[in-house]
């Protein structure tokens, strides 16, 4: 947990002592998601529209108080929305919550980041994710997705999600504990009136990656070296680790043929 993740908790915590009035409760988790979305890497030349702000403020305000409702109608859930709405982690651009049995991210970016649609059991499947334009180059963004369990990731489990999506001919790009998690339940949720559904192919226990933005296609004809070039240029240490790796059983596997 860095330093930055820990405030976050202390603050969402804090925000626990409104819990017995759910709108308010809600309220005051967005207005804060908004502030430190806006003042985080903030440039000069960002030039936030507060009107596009405010109105992305009260859109979300909406959206998860649908989450939320439609949850305790799915669950019949007589928790305290303290207990159901919850912090539960933040990365370079995200601020995520889990909201029963689903997760809400906010996010921003300077690019309208797309995500890389894979179609496999090894990206978490996302209910919703949409983007707004709140400034100069800056963008908002808000993502619905079922809550997947983070604890108990092990190197090996990275190495399985790797593999397997290096198989399609995708680099994942961004390989580290935080960012993979297991399939709990993909029961879709409602927001607006209207349903989304669960993805047909997970299966509870399914090991998935949970920020679906830094995926990127090599292809399978790509050499060795090209790979071990990207892999080495890569910011994180581990894409080098797992594809050297990658390779050496690739290059066994074709010799026992
Ligand atoms: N579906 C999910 N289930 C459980 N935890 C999640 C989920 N999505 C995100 N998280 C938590 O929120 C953190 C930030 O989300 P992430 O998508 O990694 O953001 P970023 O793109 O900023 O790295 C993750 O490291 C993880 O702890
Ligand atoms: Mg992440």
Same mark, same amino acid.
């Given at each position: 947990?860095?330093?930055e993740?820990?405030? @976050?908790?202390e603050? @969402?915590?804090?925000?626990k002592?409104?819990?017995?009035d759910?709108?308010?409760?809600?309220?005051?988790?967005i207005?804060s998601?908004i502030l430190?979305?806006?003042?985080?890497?903030?440039?000069?030349?960002?030039?936030?529209?507060?009107?596009?702000?405010d109105?992305?403020?009260?859109?979300?305000?909406?959206m998860?108080?649908?989450?939320y409702e439609?949850y305790?109608?799915?669950?019949?859930?007589?928790n305290?929305? =303290?207990?159901?709405?919850?912090?539960?982690?933040?990365g370079?651009? !995200?601020? /995520? @919550?889990?909201? +029963?049995d689903?997760?809400?991210? @906010? +996010?921003?970016? *300077?690019?309208?980041?797309?995500?890389?649609?894979?179609?496999s059991?090894?990206q978490i &499947?996302t209910y $919703?994710?949409? !983007?707004? %334009?709140?400034?100069?180059?800056?963008?908002f963004?808000?993502?619905? /997705? &079922?809550? /997947?369990?983070?604890n108990n990731i092990?190197?090996?489990?990275?190495?399985?999600a790797y593999?397997g999506?290096?198989? $399609?001919g995708?680099?994942?790009?961004?390989p580290?504990?935080?960012?993979? +998690?297991?399939?709990?339940?993909?029961s879709g !949720?409602?927001? =607006? +009136?209207?349903?989304y559904? &669960?993805?047909?192919?997970?299966?509870? =226990?399914?090991?998935?990656?949970l920020? $679906? %933005?830094?995926i990127?296609?090599? =292809?399978?004809e790509?050499s060795?070296?090209?790979?071990e *070039?990207?892999s080495?240029?890569?910011y994180n240490?581990?894409?080098?680790?797992l594809e050297?790796r990658?390779m050496?059983e690739q290059k %066994?596997?074709?010799?026992k043929?």
């Open positions: 947990m860095n330093s993740d820990k405030q @976050f908790r603050l @969402f915590d804090k925000l002592q409104y819990s017995s759910k709108e308010k409760y809600i309220s005051e988790i207005d998601v430190i979305l806006v003042n985080r890497r903030i440039r000069k030349e960002d030039n936030l529209d507060q009107v596009k702000v109105n992305f403020s009260d859109y979300v305000k909406s998860l108080k649908d989450l439609d305790v109608d799915r669950s019949g859930s007589q305290d929305v =303290g207990t159901d709405i919850e912090y539960i982690g933040s370079f651009t !995200c601020i /995520a @919550f889990r909201v +029963g689903n997760v809400i991210k @906010f +996010g921003k970016s *300077e690019n309208a980041i797309f995500q890389t649609e894979l179609d059991i090894y &499947p $919703l994710r949409e !983007c707004y %334009e709140a400034g100069n180059n800056v963008h963004r808000v993502e619905i /997705a &079922p809550y /997947a369990d983070t092990s190197y090996e489990d990275l190495y399985t593999s999506i290096r198989s $399609l995708y680099i994942w790009n961004d580290k504990e935080e960012n993979l +998690g297991r399939i709990v339940g993909v !949720c409602k927001i =607006g +009136g209207k349903q559904l &669960p993805s047909q192919q997970h299966k509870k =226990g399914d090991l998935v990656v920020d $679906l %933005e830094d990127s296609y090599v =292809g399978l790509t060795d070296v090209v790979l *070039e990207i080495m240029m890569s240490r581990n894409v080098y680790k050297t990658y050496e %066994e596997r074709k010799n043929k």
